[in-house]
């Protein structure tokens, strides 16, 4: 179990992770889940006492990390794929971290073994791929056969051989009943691993919810309709109290409907209709909606809420019910920002501009080794 309370982080005037309180569980995926720059890494790193808090706490199974005699046992991570010594071949670069933990010479034989390394185990890590980097780091993770395993970013870079490999190594574990925490910026990668997730943006909590729930609220349901007697079948449905809208592609896709109702319908109308498929609106949709306020670093046209995403109907995003930015139907009130549980909602803040052609977009902040002197204490 990971407990984070009230975990804050500050670069100087800049809030990289700001009253963070949540708890990671045994026996399940959780995500962590926030655009480039909402403090992810910043967390992880206090977890591991590699940044140390502003303000705040954070616990494994109780403890601090520093408390932790030969941590490898109680948490494996792998933060930074690039973080073993080139000049070191795999099979040393683990067995330094085995010896250091008290960790048998064995048990390097057997992660080599379960990430797929043994035939490269006697070559320099320094000429392996990202996706041999990263086979390496978890590796590293599994070599104290830890209960608790945290991951930033695996999936980064790999083929969708070593994306589908890391998945399911990830719900294996959870499945034994270990604690797998697991970063990504992609809704999309998390709605295929995750049970729980943690969504920050700007540092701060803005959701701690199953997927389960996640999905159910946020996927917007809706019937796509396809008839040539488009209007005779706009009539019959507004008639009806629906309110189809028009798509570009000549389709309507009807909110809140029964597909067997909208079939019935057209058939007392001996309308003909070429599709009638129900829909769910995409996650990295609700995502972005939920997370656009605290997107830093934007490309060329910044993300707004609310904004029409590719394959919206024409006048707009139907948006996330209950969530912030979503449109206000005409004589309702505005939907306000749900406050994350156990703290206040945040305050409004003008959305960052634009980074200018030119610049790159994101500080590159390297590893962990090179940024921070304490480091060394991290294994
Ligand atoms: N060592 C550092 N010094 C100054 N600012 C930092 C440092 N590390 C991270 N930041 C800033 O903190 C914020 C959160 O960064 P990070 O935790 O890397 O986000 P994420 O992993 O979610 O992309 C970013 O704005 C980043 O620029
Ligand atoms: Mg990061």
């Known amino acids: 179990m990971i407990e984070l309370q009230g975990l804050t982080k500050r670069y100087g005037d800049k809030t990289a992770v700001d009253h963070l309180t949540f708890t990671v569980r045994p026996g399940v995926v959780t995500g962590f889940l926030g655009p480039n720059g909402a403090g992810k890494s910043t967390t992880m790193r206090m977890v591991l006492g590699l940044d140390r808090p502003t303000s705040g706490d954070v616990r494994i199974d109780g403890k601090h990390y520093a ?135 700007r540092g701060r909590l803005l959701a701690d919810t199953s997927m389960a729930q996640f999905i159910a609220q946020n996927s917007r349901s809706f019937v796509r309709v396809r008839t040539p007697q488009v209007e005779s079948f706009q009539d019959v449905l507004t008639a009806a109290g629906y309110r ?18 909208l079939g019935e319908l ?23 909606r939920l997370t656009a306020e605290s997107v830093e670093y934007h490309a060329h046209g910044a993300v707004t809420p609310g904004a029409a995403a590719p394959g919206t109907p ?41 980074v200018p052609p030119g610049q790159p977009p994101q500080p590159q902040w390297g590893s962990q080794w090179r940024n921070n002197p304490r480091s060394g204490k991290r294994r």
Not at 255 to 261: F, L, Y
């Open 266 to 288: 057209a058939a007392e109308h001996r309308l003909v209709l070429h599709e009638l498929s129900p829909q769910r609106a995409s996650l990295e949709e609700a995502f972005m």
């Open 67 to 201: 408390q932790l005699s030969e941590p490898l046992k109680y948490i494996g991570a792998l933060l930074d794929a690039k973080d073993a010594h080139g000049g070191r071949s795999a099979y040393n670069h683990l067995l330094c971290l085995a010896q250091s933990n008290r960790i048998p010479r064995r048990r390097v034989d057997e992660v080599l073994e379960t990430v797929g390394l043994t035939a490269v185990a006697r070559k320099r890590s320094k000429g392996f791929s990202l996706g041999m980097g990263q086979r390496l780091g978890i590796a590293g993770a599994l070599l104290g056969d830890p209960e608790i395993l945290m991951f930033d970013e695996p999936v980064n870079g790999l083929d969708p051989e070593g994306i589908h490999w890391i998945r399911n190594l990830m719900k294996g574990l959870a499945a034994q009943g270990r604690t797998v925490f697991v970063s990504s910026h992609l809704m999309s990668e998390m709605a295929l691993t995750a049970e729980h997730l943690i969504v920050i943006g």
């Open 244 to 261: 189809p809208v028009r798509a570009d592609d000549g389709s309507f896709e009807v909110q809140d409907a029964d597909p067997a109702r």
């Open 314 to 354: 024409p006048g707009g995003t139907p948006g996330v019910p209950g969530m912030p930015g979503a449109p206000v139907a005409a004589g309702q009130p505005p939907v306000p920002p749900v406050p994350p549980p156990g703290q206040a909602a945040p305050p409004a803040e003008p959305g960052q501009p634009p």
